[in-house]
């Protein structure tokens, strides 16, 4: 990955969560092939009443991938369970739009730190 963008995700389930997130703590897996990944920091007994599991989410990928390839990978592993999701601590409906432009936003920030740095 030429530069890599890092998103802090925090994804609530409300019921049993989806099969392909069955990995464990620290590991990761690629969902655009080997341009984005994901690592699961923890998993927690969830915040809300009833069966809810809270996932904490590290989402790596490169600059040159698509926000949209992203989302849709993101929405596709994640399913319809998702209770509640936050990234980099703003919070996000799991919708594969809304996912998309959270993740422009916080890349469009990285880029802005980035260049203020280069100053």
Do not use: H
Not at 4 to 21: A, R, T, W, Y
Not at 28 to 44: C, D, G, L, P, R
Not at 57 to 67: D, E, K, M, P, Y
Not at 81 to 96: H, K, Q
Request: with cysteine.
């Amino acid at each position: 990955m030429s530069s890599e963008n890092i998103v802090n995700m925090q994804v609530e389930f409300l019921g049993d969560s989806p099969k392909k997130l069955e990995i464990n703590e620290g590991e990761s897996i690629n969902i655009v092939e080997s341009e984005a990944s994901i690592k699961i920091v923890s998993v927690e007994e969830g915040l809300a009443f009833g069966d809810t599991t809270l996932y904490e989410i590290a989402l790596t990928f490169g600059s040159g991938v698509a926000t949209g390839i992203i989302a849709n990978a993101l929405t596709a592993i994640l399913g319809k369970g998702v209770r509640r999701m936050v990234l980099n601590g703003r919070r996000v409906r799991p919708t594969e739009r809304d996912v998309e432009r959270a993740l422009d936003v916080i890349r469009e920030a990285a880029m802005c730190a980035d260049k203020e740095k280069d100053k």
